[in-house]
């Protein structure tokens, strides 16, 4: 009777009707037309967090990415900089629009990361913020009367950008990694990669790799979080890149008659988007045209899913500032506790 139930289900989750088996035009398809259109009008939101030591390229890299003047630098007038007691924290948004499709990205700087002589729990202030935005995002989840789109700052990834030794992590990489790859998705990066030649480079990718499997560190994509056998195949090539070393530049230079983004040097330009010279064009695929939305999915399921339950299982949630008391929450929601009334 098992075997006949196993072999019923089977066959049952098989018979699905395909497009040549209908009798006429349905038009399921147009569904992704109505998706995009949407999409299209009320754009998205993209949050990313760059942290490392001054003097890495952070600001000129995510302005590399973007080919436009999103960093904090850039954007402020009569910026000037300072050197940060304690890691302050900046945020800088835009909107930006290709091809009709608008999206509002946020730039989060860490300035002060890393610079100090005593560098001792200088990324509280990070976590602290990132449990920050899903806590905001939580209570205006949990409000009766909610909005219809609640706005979304939560930190979608976070570049970690390492300095190019070539030797292995810092105890701070390390220190800091452990903590927040459990509460957002780190992509780690090598920073000027350009000063090491190609085998030290290679060497290098390899001891981090080890010291990120070797202390449990969590870096995006997860094998655990892989749908199918195609992402994972996707996902298993850029594990393999990781960390990526990239270099960033906002200058043009002619080569053989073309315009390309580089760095010049006595002996030749450097090719920010050739994949020969750096892996710049690997980190901004990965963030932009292959897993942006799987890092949003990630975040919304994975990270602030894990928060959310841990907030709510929590004795000392303060519900009446939400404007709930416990009893909805274990029983419902306003409508049908107010109908029971």
């Given at each position: 009777?098992?075997?006949?139930?196993?072999?019923?289900?089977?066959?049952?989750?098989?018979?699905?009707?395909?497009?040549?088996?209908?009798?006429?035009?349905?038009?399921?398809?147009?569904?992704?037309?109505?998706?995009?259109?949407?999409?299209?009008?009320?754009?998205?939101?993209?949050?990313?967090?760059?942290?490392?030591?001054?003097?890495?390229?952070?600001?000129?890299?995510?302005?590399?990415?973007?080919?436009?003047?999103?960093?904090?630098?850039?954007?402020?007038?009569?910026?000037?900089?300072?050197?940060?007691?304690?890691?302050?924290?900046?945020?800088?948004?835009?909107?930006?629009?290709?091809?009709?499709?608008?999206?509002?990205?946020?730039?989060?700087?860490?300035?002060?990361?890393?610079?100090?002589?005593?560098?001792?729990?200088?990324?509280?202030?990070?976590?602290?913020?990132?449990?920050?935005?899903?806590?905001?995002?939580?209570?205006?989840?949990?409000?009766?009367?909610?909005?219809?789109?609640?706005?979304?700052?939560?930190?979608?990834?976070?570049?970690?950008?390492?300095?190019?030794t070539g030797h292995r992590l810092r105890p701070i990489d390390v220190e800091f990694m452990k903590r927040l790859g459990k509460i957002v998705s780190i992509v780690p990066v090598i920073a000027k990669a350009d000063t090491l030649t190609i085998e030290e480079r290679q060497e290098f990718k390899e001891r981090i790799r080890q010291d990120l499997a070797s202390n449990g560190i969590c870096i995006y994509p997860q094998k655990e979080y892989d749908e199918d056998q195609e992402e994972h195949?996707?996902?298993?090539?850029?594990?393999?890149?990781?960390?990526?070393?990239?270099?960033?530049?906002?200058?043009?230079?002619?080569?053989?008659?073309?315009?390309?983004?580089?760095?010049?040097?006595?002996?030749?330009?450097?090719?920010?988007?050739?994949?020969?010279?750096?892996?710049?064009?690997?980190?901004?695929?990965?963030?932009?045209?292959?897993?942006?939305?799987?890092?949003?999915?990630?975040?919304?399921?994975?990270?602030?899913?894990?928060?959310?339950?841990?907030?709510?299982?929590?004795?000392?949630?303060?519900?009446?500032?939400?404007?709930?008391?416990?009893?909805?929450?274990?029983?419902?929601?306003?409508?049908?506790?107010?109908?029971?009334?």
């Amino acid at each position: 009777r098992h075997e006949y139930s196993e072999l019923h289900n089977r066959e049952r989750r098989e018979l699905f009707i395909r497009g040549t088996d209908l009798f006429g035009y349905v038009g399921i398809e147009a569904v992704l037309d109505q998706m995009r259109r949407k999409t299209m009008k009320s754009g998205f939101e993209f949050n990313i967090m760059v942290v490392g030591q001054s003097g890495l390229g952070k600001s000129t890299l995510v302005n590399t990415l973007f080919k436009s003047k999103v960093s904090r630098k850039s954007c402020t007038p009569n910026y000037e900089e300072k050197i940060c007691k304690t890691v302050k924290l900046h945020s800088v948004s835009h909107m930006i629009e290709e091809k009709g499709v608008k999206m509002k990205l946020t730039v989060i700087d860490t300035p002060g990361f890393g610079d100090q002589i005593n560098n001792e729990n200088c990324w509280e202030p990070i976590v602290k913020y990132i449990n920050e935005q899903y806590e905001k995002y939580l209570r205006e989840e949990l409000h009766v009367n909610r909005k219809r789109r609640i706005p979304d700052s939560r930190v979608h990834c976070c570049i970690y950008f390492l300095p190019a030794t070539g030797h292995r992590l810092r105890p701070i990489d390390v220190e800091f990694m452990k903590r927040l790859g459990k509460i957002v998705s780190i992509v780690p990066v090598i920073a000027k990669a350009d000063t090491l030649t190609i085998e030290e480079r290679q060497e290098f990718k390899e001891r981090i790799r080890q010291d990120l499997a070797s202390n449990g560190i969590c870096i995006y994509p997860q094998k655990e979080y892989d749908e199918d056998q195609e992402e994972h195949a996707l996902n298993e090539k850029i594990r393999e890149s990781i960390p990526f070393a990239v270099v960033g530049t906002d200058k043009e230079h002619q080569v053989n008659g073309n315009k390309v983004l580089g760095r010049k040097t006595k002996w030749g330009i450097i090719e920010v988007e050739n994949v020969a010279h750096c892996e710049f064009s690997h980190l901004r695929d990965l963030l932009v045209r292959s897993h942006l939305q799987d890092l949003k999915e990630v975040t919304h399921n994975i990270h602030y899913e894990t928060y959310r339950v841990r907030r709510l299982n929590e004795s000392n949630v303060d519900f009446s500032v939400l404007g709930l008391t416990p009893w909805l929450l274990e029983n419902g929601t306003a409508d049908q506790s107010e109908s029971q009334l």
